[in-house]
């Protein structure tokens, strides 16, 4: 029997780490998806409202569509990038949004010391453990991210100090849907 590396034993603990985070993932993906996370019962429906604590509150609002559904697949989707070598490192990153908003969430509607704001604490650490070790990679992608990035011609200097009528132009073009739709009930009516 060989005693494993301290590189085999790190590469190891990596892969426990993505297979938990995986984990964690899926099994709270699958949760809101089935209807097994977010939401109160119904007695807690019939209380007044001052007598609701602020957490049953919030699942009470998280429960509702569409954002249930997408942070529920949003948290499959991020597991199973993070299961295969190729995503693994599109995975971490996505999975970074996604333990920090929890973290947020709870320290906002629990408190901060939690057994929750602490795994989720742990969760975040070992994320960045997954990408601390495939840094060989990361850091290149970054620094390409964050290499010479500008616009790709040259402007005078009066194209940029009107780029904020430009912007509201831009604004303005953004609210026509709503118009249309506004205009359309309107005229139906």
């Known amino acids: 029997m060989t005693i494993p590396s301290k590189e085999q034993f790190w590469d190891y603990f990596i892969l426990s780490a993505r ?3 995986a984990f964690i993932l899926l099994s709270y993906g699958f949760a809101k ?24 509150v919030s699942w009470y609002l998280a429960a509702h569509e569409p954002f249930k559904s ?24 996505m999975a970074i949004p996604i333990w920090l908003n929890i973290l947020v969430w709870d320290i906002t509607f ?11 604490s742990f969760y975040l650490v070992l994320t960045f453990l997954i990408l601390w070790h495939y840094r060989d ?20 200097i009066w194209a ?14 953004g609210t026509v849907p709503n118009f249309i739709i ?4 309107y005229l139906v009516k």
């Open 137 to 156: 990679k990361v850091l290149p992608a970054i620094q390409s991210l964050l290499k010479n990035t500008t616009t790709k011609f040259k402007y005078p």
């Open 19 to 21: 297979i938990l985070l």
């Open 70 to 93: 997408f942070i529920g697949l949003s948290q499959i989707l991020t597991a199973l990038l993070m299961l295969y070598n190729r995503t693994v490192i599109l995975g971490a990153f």
């Open 33 to 56: 998806l089935t209807g097994n996370q977010f939401g109160v019962s119904n007695e807690t429906m019939q209380l007044p409202l001052k007598d609701v604590g602020l957490f049953k």
């Open 110 to 120: 629990m408190g901060f010391y939690t057994q929750f704001t602490t795994r989720l």
């Open 160 to 173: 940029y100090l009107i780029l904020p009528l430009f912007a509201a132009a831009l604004e303005l073009i």
């Open 182 to 185: 506004y205009a359309i009930r």
